[in-house]
């Protein structure tokens, strides 16, 4: 054997199976008799033999590996979703082939193809175009589960989290803290969360019935950089705001920023999204969480189920979030406001 890489063929003859069999064993059959089946291992051990992934997909084609496409690997919320579908693929035995599609709808299309033509098994996706009737367009032979958005004119698998509940529960804990002017700031409104959030905002306003000043509504604070002006921005107003809710962990970053910049954190804040650091600042930040590793796991499981089979309609799974006392949430409004 030294020298050549071990073949089934090795395989089967030092366990005295047939070629087929080892096959079967290989790929998990559960036909195949518990004491061959261990005979096989033995001799894949004894030898150790490797499965050709190339080859195998050949045989049952379709690659040893999922796709996960976000818009950016380095965000820490996605970075967590990405964990968990790795944990669920390596629990079944499979790969994660993983792409950033970045912020421009027009990406998410070319790296959908570029995973199609890789012959993954299936894909998890977040997505980012306004359309996706391309999916059923480009007839792929693969399942597809979105996570954190929906599909927009396509059905499909999805696994989201209460956004609008979230936001209207972080407003009317301000609420109920006094404050009566809340800001908003966050990304622009075309973006799924966003758009949920900020109507969460609104409802609970009007619940309380209490008028939103839109001159406190910044739905222009793409990333920490923006966010940190639109706050300055709204500090340096007359009769500007006694609290804020940031729609994601980027606003809440600038926010955090332009806070602590201008020494007002006496300014009541909460975050929709936790982030690193919030619970060890001064005063530590109250957040609305969503849990990104039940999400990863939740869309990898549902994608597993369509690889394996599953052919009934597609479900829309709608997780919790909840709300994190720390502290910046519970300031009252200042005595002169």
Request: with cysteine; net charge neutral; charged share 25%.
């Amino acid at each position: 054997m030294t020298g050549r890489r071990p073949t089934l063929k090795d395989v089967s003859v030092l366990a005295s199976v047939s070629i087929k069999t080892v096959s079967r064993v290989i790929n998990n059959d559960p036909a195949v008799a518990a004491g061959t089946a261990r005979r096989v291992q033995a001799a894949i051990e004894e030898l150790g033999f490797r499965p050709d992934p190339v080859a195998r997909s050949l045989r049952v084609g379709r690659d040893d590996a999922v796709g996960l496409i976000v818009e950016n690997i380095a965000d820490p919320f996605m970075s967590e979703v990405t964990c968990a579908v790795e944990e669920v693929a390596r629990e079944r035995g499979m790969f994660v082939v993983i792409s950033s599609a970045g912020y421009a709808p027009e990406n998410e299309r070319v790296v959908v193809g570029g995973l199609a033509n890789r012959r993954v098994a299936g894909l998890i996706l977040t997505p980012t175009s306004g359309d996706h009737s391309y999916l059923a367009a480009e007839r792929l032979r693969f399942p597809v589960v979105f996570v954190d958005r929906p599909p927009i004119q396509y059905d499909a698998d999805t696994v989201v989290v209460d956004n609008e509940e979230g936001a209207r529960v972080a407003t009317a804990h301000l609420i109920n803290h006094g404050h009566r002017r809340i800001a908003f700031v966050g990304d622009r409104l075309h973006i799924y969360t966003t758009r949920l959030r900020y109507q969460g905002f609104r409802s609970a306003m009007a619940r309380a019935g209490l008028p939103v000043d839109e001159r406190l509504v910044r739905v222009d604070a793409v990333g920490p950089e923006n966010s940190a002006i639109a706050m300055t921005q709204l500090l340096e107003l007359a009769d500007g705001p006694t609290a804020v809710l940031s729609a994601n962990y980027r606003s809440s970053l600038g926010v955090v920023r332009a806070l602590h910049q201008s020494r007002r954190t006496d300014l009541a804040h909460v975050s929709f999204d936790d982030f690193t650091g919030a619970e060890s600042l001064d005063p530590p930040v109250t957040v609305i969480y969503q849990d990104p590793r039940r999400m990863g796991r939740q869309a990898a499981n549902m994608l597993f189920d369509r690889i394996n089979g599953d052919t009934s309609p597609p479900r829309r799974v709608l997780l919790p979030v909840r709300l994190i006392v720390r502290g910046s949430g519970e300031l009252p409004p200042p005595e002169n406001a």
